[in-house]
């Protein structure tokens, strides 16, 4: 018996859609950081490219749970001197909603050639439309819910 070694060029790729109105953020970042990798195929190896292409919609209507929504915040660098800039949760999702699925996912990858070019297979969209209908993506379902530890809904009162 003999072990095979993926390549890219050997498996097609599938599409998937991901509706983020009813996820939170961080677990679905997680999920799909998962399937662009590839991890949820039996051919997963770890230095070629075997990840499948996900379609992200309603991204302006991610949830997040606890104080996130008010404490949260994104900093980049200009380039300049004294140029770090921050910019908070509420002002990121009204101006760059699609960057917060983008920049959760991307955190969750690896920081290398082949994990930017996971990346690229993500197609991020704000409202419920994509331009993705002819690659007929099929739906994926994380079955996440907002509820914390002991099956509370986060933030109620114990």
Known sequence: MTTTCAT????????????????????MAARIAHVLQGKNKPTYTP???????????????VQVTGTKAETKHYRRY???????????????LERHPTDIVKLAVKRMLPKTDLGRHMLSKLKVFAGATHTHHAQNPTPLAFHTTTTGRKGKKAGAKA
């Open 8 to 27: 890219t060029r050997r498996f097609a790729a599938r599409w998937y859609l991901v509706d983020a109105s009813t996820e939170v953020l961080g677990r």
């Open 47 to 61: 230095h070629a490219d075997t990840g499948d292409f996900v379609v992200v919609v309603n991204a302006a209507k």
């Open 78 to 92: 200009t380039g300049n001197h004294g140029g770090l800039v921050t910019e908070y949760y509420p002002r990121m």
